[in-house]
C-alpha cells in the first residue's frame, strides 16, 4: 500500500476538502484525486461520497480514516526507530500576529534554525481572524494569534500574556502621569475593530463612565507606531512589541491610573501522524516563551527594587 496515498485520503478527511488537502501537500487537485481513486481501487471500496457537492466520508472511509492515522504514524515511529536523517528537513508554514512578531518571534526563529538547521520556515503575518481561517483551511501547520484556533484535527495551548499599555509621542504627551479621562480627551489608537483589544478599551472607559472623543481602529502595528510618533493619536499596544523603540524614536509609554487588559496569545497547531516536525517546533516556542516571559518579570521586579522610596524622590525633586 502507498503510504503517499494514505497521507492524501488523511488529509482529504481531516480537512474535509480534496482542495485543501492539495494545497497542504502541496499537490494539484487533479494530483491528488488521482491517489484518492488508486486508494480506493486497492481497496476495493469507495472512500468519498461523489455523490453532491457536499463533502462525505464513506462508511468505508469512516473506517479506514482510524486506519490511515495509524500506519501514518506507524510510519513515523519506524523512521525514528532507524534512525531517520532528520525529522525536522521539512517546510513548516508558520503565521502570527503582529505583536508576536515585534516582540519574541524572531530571536526564537533564530534559536530554532540553530537548533534545526534542516528546517524550512514560511511565514506569514496577518491579523487573529485571517490567521484562524488558514488553520481551519489546513493553509498554515503553527499559528500565534490572540485566540484559539477550533477545528477538527486543531490543538491549542495558551502562552504568556502581553501586557498592554498607552504610547504616545514623547515631545507632545510629556504627563507623569495620565487618567482616563484625561486619555478620552485625545484622538485613540487601537487594533482592528471587534478585537479583543478594541473591546477591552472600550470596556474599561465604559466601566469608568468616561466617553472616549474618538477611537481608531487599525489592524497594523506598524501603522499604529509611525501615527502615535506623527502625534495623530495616543495607542493601546504591548509594552514588550514596542518597548525597543522608546529610545531610538519619539515615543514614551503613558502611565495611566487605570491597566488596560493584557493581550492573550495562543499557540494552535495542526497534528501530524506522519511526522513530528510541528509537536518539536510548538516544544521549541513554548519554551522559549515561558523562558522569555520569565525574564521580563524579573528585570521587571529588579526596576521595581531599584526605585527609590516615593517621599525621598518626592523631596529630592523639590531641592
Not at 4 to 31: M, N
Not at 94 to 102: F, K, P, Y
Not at 229 to 256: I, K, S, W, Y
Request: aromatic share 6%.
Amino acid at each position: 500500500m502507498n503510504l503517499r496515498f494514505v497521507e492524501a485520503f488523511y488529509w482529504v478527511a481531516s480537512l474535509k476538502s480534496v482542495t485543501r488537502a492539495a494545497e497542504k501537500l502541496f499537490l494539484t487537485q487533479s494530483a491528488m484525486s488521482s491517489r484518492i481513486a488508486a486508494l480506493e481501487e486497492e481497496l476495493g471500496v469507495l472512500l468519498l461520497d461523489r455523490r453532491d457537492k457536499q463533502f462525505r466520508l464513506t462508511m468505508a472511509g469512516t473506517r479506514f480514516l482510524v486506519y490511515a492515522q495509524r500506519l501514518l504514524e506507524l510510519q513515523r515511529e519506524a523512521k525514528a526507530e532507524m534512525g531517520s536523517s532528520d525529522a525536522l528537513a521539512v517546510s513548516l508554514r508558520i503565521g502570527a500576529i503582529e505583536s508576536v512578531l515585534h516582540s519574541w518571534l524572531i530571536p526564537w526563529m533564530e534559536q530554532l534554525r540553530t537548533e534545526h538547521p534542516a528546517l524550512a520556515l514560511e511565514l506569514s503575518v496577518e491579523t487573529t481572524p485571517v490567521l484562524i481561517e488558514q488553520m481551519r483551511r489546513g493553509t498554515q501547520d503553527l499559528v500565534f494569534t490572540a485566540l484559539p484556533a477550533t477545528a477538527d484535527g486543531v490543538r491549542s495551548r495558551a502562552l504568556p500574556s502581553m501586557e498592554m499599555v498607552f504610547v504616545g509621542s514623547a515631545s507632545l504627551h510629556r504627563r507623569r502621569r495620565y487618567t482616563l479621562a484625561d486619555l478620552a480627551e485625545l484622538e485613540l489608537l487601537t487594533f482592528q475593530r471587534g478585537s479583543l483589544p478594541h473591546v477591552a478599551l472600550l470596556d474599561l472607559f465604559r466601566a469608568a463612565r468616561v466617553e472616549p472623543r474618538r477611537v481608531h481602529t487599525i489592524s497594523s502595528v506598524s501603522a499604529m507606531l509611525q501615527m502615535a510618533q506623527g502625534g495623530f493619536g495616543v495607542a493601546t499596544l504591548p509594552r514588550e512589541a514596542v518597548r525597543h523603540l522608546f529610545v531610538v524614536a519619539d515615543l514614551r509609554e503613558l502611565p495611566c491610573d487605570a491597566r488596560l487588559q493584557p493581550l492573550p496569545i495562543h499557540a494552535s497547531y495542526r497534528s501530524d501522524p506522519s511526522a513530528q516536525a510541528v509537536e518539536t517546533v510548538m516544544r521549541s516556542a513554548q519554551a522559549f516563551v515561558d523562558a522569555w516571559s520569565a525574564a521580563r518579570e524579573g528585570t521587571a521586579m529588579g526596576r521595581q527594587r531599584t526605585k527609590p522610596p516615593q517621599g525621598k524622590a518626592s523631596k529630592k525633586s523639590m531641592s
